[in-house]
């Protein structure tokens, strides 16, 4: 048997743990040693070396994405589909189990999972139900109360209120909740885990089975595991197989959902013997991005602590570009995308991150001027979102009130007690009579055609459509958009809410605000309101489909989808104090310190390149507002930096098109020169672009050349070549 091609491609720790003979073990190294490679690769030694059959190995990742990354890897290793081996996330799993135990499990066959929207919804029926006022019980909290509780194993009878009335609710509604479930055969994310937990518990002999099945359980991203899944996987633990652990307590960025970083801790109080191997060679990024994340990490007080070197190239440095502003900013990360592109380099290795979702929409845009086809991960493109479609439906009903999918989209939204009945009414008049809903709706209401209840609802909705198109006649653009989301109620909808999500809602809200203030009438608008003009624009750009799977994109998602990826050129945007650390996070100790490990996660997802940019100011959520480079930037030693623009230079706001003036084919088209380009003049020397200003014969090119310093130079008559 010729096992070498396992561990040939490994270092001398990779394979140890690849070929450690049966046991515990847990790997615990930093990002880009080879984990997630050694995961595999001991899958596939485990079954050629240890003879155990595919269905005799669980392997549990993060993602789905990840799950079948692993799954076609292993394959590739074995040479062979591997049908019968269990790989996938722990929802993923338990949903399995549920589907094969379902009577065990006391749940109907056909039972339903339902999503985080769904089980929000059923909350607030929930709620109706037993006669509670949504403003004293916010369904968002209540929502996180009950899957936080299922998260720790805890059933509503489990929970001690100690008499005190509020708990004693919460507790009622959580029940309540649950019978409603169990009623309707309805299974939420946390209610997966949780029962699939209580299947085992209550069935030992079902238990039994899976502990002899699987001889091997093997669990990548370990540090973002929260109690339930850490109490199942010590279940599933017994003299019959063995577990093999891996993670980073350095990327537990899980916390404020619960992942527990101390799971870590108790792997190895309850795993007795189990064997702990570190591994410290980083493959993955350069000498100076590996650098410059260990420094940044190293400000961490509660670390495990872990080293980490390379022995590949340095690399260049991290460029830190600082714009003026989040357009500034945006143009300057797409140019640098367009030059890697120039030179041959796939966009589809290019990943830009951000902190928050509501940060994609200046680079969304700045993409699309550009022509560069990009693709979302782990979230929806910026006016496609729901509340976003909220807002535009009311701005289209201002608009143009005859618009019967706007009409449909708002009416009751927020919920103004316009019933499916009312709304079934309308449509079938509207249908005989051949009119949009809005006529339909002022004719019923003038002829006195609706109940007394749903009548005055309908009203009140009318009166607000036409309050907010008299107001609009007076108001700019952005104006308009904030009327509409504070008089809708929508506003408010969210912010009753509170929790993560509603802010994120909340947060695109007023971003839409700013989307209207920065747009510009293009010149085929000539003949609209701007209103109008930016709903086409609006409606364009959510119209334009996500570059398809096949086609080569440029990757933009959240820093926390970006764990366990990794890209040749990586662009992290918006550095800055307030943003990255979040404001919230920056007052309170624990949670600056998942910022930083965050900062660490999106740093390390760097193999070649590393590029950050801050904003000096930034229109986000509807205020200009001025922001200092973030402390994690502080963190980086000076060596591993080039700042790719010096402090002096001052660029107003284009006026004409945001993103013509300063993007690679305007002023640079002629010469192919591009921001950050080092280029050759014949007196000066060598030096680096740093700005350029104005177009065609007056364009205007800044260089720090090395010899002389900073210089403006005309570009025609500059004699600039590329170094
Ligand atoms: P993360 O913490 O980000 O999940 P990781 O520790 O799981 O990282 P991997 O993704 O397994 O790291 O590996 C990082 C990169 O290094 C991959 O491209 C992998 O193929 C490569 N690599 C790992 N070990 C070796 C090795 N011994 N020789 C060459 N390349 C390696
Ligand atoms: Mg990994």
Redesign the pocket.
Known sequence: MDVSRLID???EK?REAVAAPPGDMLVL????????????HRMAWLMEVEGISPFGILAVTFTNKAAREMRARVEKLMHSSLQGMWIGTFHGLAHRLLRTHYEEARLPENFQILDSDDQYRLIRRVLKALNLDEKHWAPKPIQWYINGNKDEGLRAQHIETHGDPAQQRMKEIYQAYQDTCDRSGLVDFAELLLRAHELWVNHPRVLQHYQQRFRAVLV??FQDTNNIQYAWLRLLASPNNNMMI?G?DD?SIYGWRGANVDNIQHFLRDFDGAQTIR?E????STGKILKAANAVIENNQSRLGKELWTDGVDGEPISLYAGFNDLDEARFIVAQIRQWHDKGGALSDCAVLYRNNAQSRVLEEAMLHEGLAYRIYGGLRFFERQEIKDALGYLRMINQSLDDAAFERVVNTPSRGIGERTLEQIRETAKVTEQSLWQTSLQMLQEKRLSGRAANALQGFVDLIFRLQQDSLELALEQQAEDVIKGSGLYAMYQAEKGEKAQARIENLEELVTACKQFEMPEEAENMTPLSAFLAHASLEAGESQADSHQDAVQMMTMHSA????FPLVLIGGVEEGMFPSQMSAEEPGRLEEERRLCY?GM??A?EKLVITYAESRRLYGQEKYHTPSRFLREIPTDCIEEIRLRNTQVSRPVQNRFAPATSHSAFDSTGFSLGQRVVHPKFGEGTVLNYEGSGEHARVQVNFSEVGNKWLVLSYARLTPA
Do not use: P
């Not at 190294?29 to 595999?40: E, F, H, I, P």
């Not at 060679?281 to 993955?284: E, F, L, S, V, W």
């Not at 764990?563 to 990794?566: A, Q, T, V």
């Open positions: 491609s490994l270092n990779q190294a930093g990002a880009g040693s080879g984990k997630t490679r050694v995961l595999v990548d991203e891996v980073d990327q591994l060679q980083n493959y993955r764990k366990g990826l990794e996660v390390t997802r193999m």
